[in-house]
């Protein structure tokens, strides 16, 4: 069975830090490309970054360029993203996926889904 749990989610003032990890079991972690998107309230689920399966490429939403890093050790299982400078705008629900097929930006791409944690920047 697939699990994809997240953590480090909380409560940051705007131009603060956080860190998320994904932790993954169930699957041959190396084999799958990594994503992470979010869901703010009443708004649809949308793309935030990509990590292939070896590190070596990635991508990221226009909206996080040069603020959010996402990074995978693959002996850990885990991929992480790194935020810094932080927006009152960036307050969602962030969801980690996992894909075979190549690094992508779309949900549909996308085959198993972690649960979500929840940050939440203040102004």
């Known amino acids: 069975q697939v699990q994809l749990v997240e953590s480090g989610g909380g409560l940051v003032q705007a131009g603060g830090s956080l860190r998320l990890s994904c932790a993954a079991s169930?699957?041959?972690?190396?084999?799958?490309?990594m994503g992470w998107f979010r869901q703010a309230p009443g708004k649809e689920r949308e793309f935030v970054a990509a990590?292939?399966?070896?590190?070596?490429?990635?991508d990221y939403a226009d909206s996080v360029k040069g603020r959010f890093t996402i990074s995978r050790d693959n002996a850990k299982n885990t991929v992480y993203l790194q935020m810094n400078s932080l927006k009152p705008e960036d307050t969602a629900i962030y969801y980690c996926?996992?894909?075979?097929?190549?690094?992508?930006?779309?949900?549909?791409?996308?085959?198993?889904w972690g649960q979500g944690t929840q940050v939440v920047v203040s102004s």
């Open positions: 996926a996992a894909e075979q097929r190549q690094i992508g930006t779309t949900r549909s791409l996308y085959d198993y």
């Open positions: 169930g699957l041959t972690f190396r084999r799958y490309c």
């Open positions: 990590i292939s399966v070896s590190g070596g490429n990635t």
